[in-house]
Structure formats: C-alpha cells, structure tokens
T-cell receptor, first 113, second 116 residues
Framework: DTGVSQDPRHKITKRGQNVTFRCDPISEHNRLYWYRQTLGQGPEFLTYFQNEAQLEKSRLLSDRFSAERPKGSFSTLEIQRTEQGDSAMYLC???????????FGPGTRLLVL | AQTVTQSQPEMSVQEAETVTLSCTYDTSESDYYLFWYKQPPSRQMILVIRQEAYKQQNATENRFSVNFQKAAKSFSLKISDSQLGDAAMYFCAYRRIGGATNKLIFGTGTLLAVQP
C-alpha cells in the first residue's frame, strides 16, 4: 500500500491552456474524491466517483472542468481554457467504501499565469 | 447546508505544553462523523482523529483527544505534550452518514506553531 499518488505535483501554465492531472488511489479503494484548496482555505469538494461512475459534481465544477475514472482505477481531472482563478491545490482522496476515513494524496499545485 | 467554522486562524504553543483547537459546526442531521486532519507544510493531509456523533465517549489517539459536545455542536481538539512535529495546519471536517457521496466539509483551518 503506497498511498494515494498524484501527478504532477506542480504545474505552471499560461491562461487559456488546458491541463490534466492524474490521481492513483489506494488499490481496491472504490471511492475517489477530488477537492480544491485555495490559499488560506480548507479543501472544497469538487466531484466524487464510486468505481467508474461519477455520482456527484459540485457547482464549483464549471463546464471547463471534466473528470474521469475509466475502469474504476486512476482518475484524471482536466481543466480547459485555464483562468487565473483556477490557481489552487487540487487534492485527490480515496476511501474503501462507505466507511471513513478518506486518505489524501499530496496534491497538485496549479499556477495559472 | 452543513458548515464548519474554525475561529482561530493561528495558535501557538510551547513544546511539551497542551493546546486546544476549536471547531463548531452546523447541521440538521443527527448522525454524522467529525474529523481533525493535519496538513504539514508542503506535505499531504493526514487524519488525526475521528468521532462518530452517535458515540458519547470522546475519541482519543495517543496525545490527541477531542471534546465533542453534540448539543452545542462543538468539536475541539486537544494536543497534549506538544512536539515540534505537531506544527501544521489543522482542519476540522464534517461528513454526514448516508447520502450519496459522503463528501467532507472542511473548516478554514488553524495554523499551529510549536515553540521550542
């Protein structure tokens, strides 16, 4: 068990570019969550997968955001036409079913110039 | 909607001393979980302690314990014998039981400094 991993750890991009982040949950964890954390704030829920099904999306997740979890394993979060307001830490977490806790990855820090 | 409030943006404690971090929450649910997560600088968030609302006994994990007051909707974290490694951002979080997602709702965090 190597924990939740995320790639890349840091990403700098120019406004208008597309970016994609990857999350590898703990093996056999069927629930996967994405959160966004801005400076000085707690993480805010973005979206949730149970296996390969995306069951909930926050209103924070605009049309420029899309997430997938093919085959119920790793997940990707794509942001199209990035804006400076997208600059944040994007956290992934996984859990083994309905019972807590959620285990967090190290996050991907995005800076949009 | 559920909310979590941490009214102490920053706290400081001397090494080996005890510190208490405050958290209040608002919910209409009767069953839920409460958590304290620790986020060290540039490191990932880890679970410190959790409390099930239906349990009256306060949770403890080594030097960490909580004071859960359900009627007051208060959930404070006590760190005893503080160590330099306890320095971090601490987040209080709420999760309802049941529902579709079990997403966590976080407070804004308390930055804890530990003075040698």
């Amino acid at each position: 068990d190597t924990g939740v991993s995320q790639d890349p750890r840091h990403k700098i991009t120019k406004r208008g570019q597309n970016v994609t982040f990857r999350c590898d949950p703990i093996s056999e964890h069927n629930r996967l969550y994405w959160y966004r954390q801005t400076l000085g704030q707690g993480p805010e829920f973005l979206t949730y997968f149970q296996n390969e099904a995306q069951l909930e999306k926050s209103r924070l997740l605009s049309d420029r955001f899309s997430a997938e979890r093919p085959k119920g394993s790793f997940s990707t979060l794509e942001i199209q036409r990035t804006e400076q307001g997208d600059s944040a830490m994007y956290l992934c977490a996984s859990s083994p079913g309905r019972m807590p806790p959620q285990y967090f990855g190290p996050g991907t820090r995005l800076l949009v110039l | 909607a559920q909310t979590v409030t941490q009214s102490q943006p920053e706290m400081s404690v001397q090494e080996a001393e005890t510190v208490t971090l405050s958290c209040t929450y608002d919910t209409s649910e009767s069953d839920y979980y409460l958590f304290w997560y620790k986020q060290p600088p540039s490191r990932q968030m880890i679970l410190v302690i959790r409390q099930e609302a239906y349990k009256q006994q306060n949770a403890t994990e080594n030097r960490f314990s909580v004071n859960f007051q359900k009627a007051a909707k208060s959930f404070s974290l006590k760190i005893s014998d503080s160590q330099l490694g306890d320095a971090a951002m601490y987040f209080c979080a709420y999760r309802r039981i049941g529902g579709a997602t079990n997403k966590l709702i976080f407070g804004t965090g308390t930055l804890l400094a530990v003075q040698p």
